[in-house]
């Protein structure tokens, strides 16, 4: 694998990793919505995949977004029956987003992307010091 081909993966990995950062924002920011009707639908917890890709081009395997899917797992129920998102029994659904697990995954996204910077400096260097090596 030449130098160009190893920063392209770790470019792709980084642009996947980035886009699962603002996807975890996006989580966090909506984890204390709720539905905008009483017993409505609050806001669902998104999941992104990854997929490889072989690039036709160089031969190697690139870092793509696969899908956005939703959470599954249930809603949070809190009984509040002044809430103006509460059912007619006094129940309001929350997000099932869980602010420990979405922190745990930008901090493993968060390395990921870091991992990859390293890579491209790795990369560089190498190739620098190849230089060097040419001109002496």
Do not use: C, W
């Not at 920063?7 to 996006?26: F, P």
């Not at 609050?42 to 490889?52: C, E, G, I």
């Not at 959470?71 to 103006?84: E, L």
């Amino acid at each position: 694998m030449s130098f160009d081909d190893a920063m392209k993966v770790s470019a792709s990995a980084m642009a996947a990793q980035g886009t699962r950062l603002r996807t975890i924002a996006e989580n966090l920011a909506n984890a204390s919505s709720t539905a905008e009707t009483p017993g409505g639908t609050p806001y669902r917890r998104k999941l992104v995949t990854f997929q490889d890709q072989l690039d036709k081009a160089s031969g190697v395997h690139m870092v793509k977004i696969g899908r956005f899917l939703p959470d599954q797992t249930p809603f949070t129920v809190r009984y509040s029956p002044g809430h103006p998102a509460a059912d007619a029994q006094g129940y309001v659904r929350f997000p099932n987003v869980n602010s420990v697990v979405e922190l745990n995954d930008l901090r493993e996204a968060q390395r990921s992307y870091e991992a990859n910077v390293d890579v491209i400096d790795v990369a560089k260097t190498m190739l620098s010091r190849t230089i060097d090596l040419l001109k002496s």
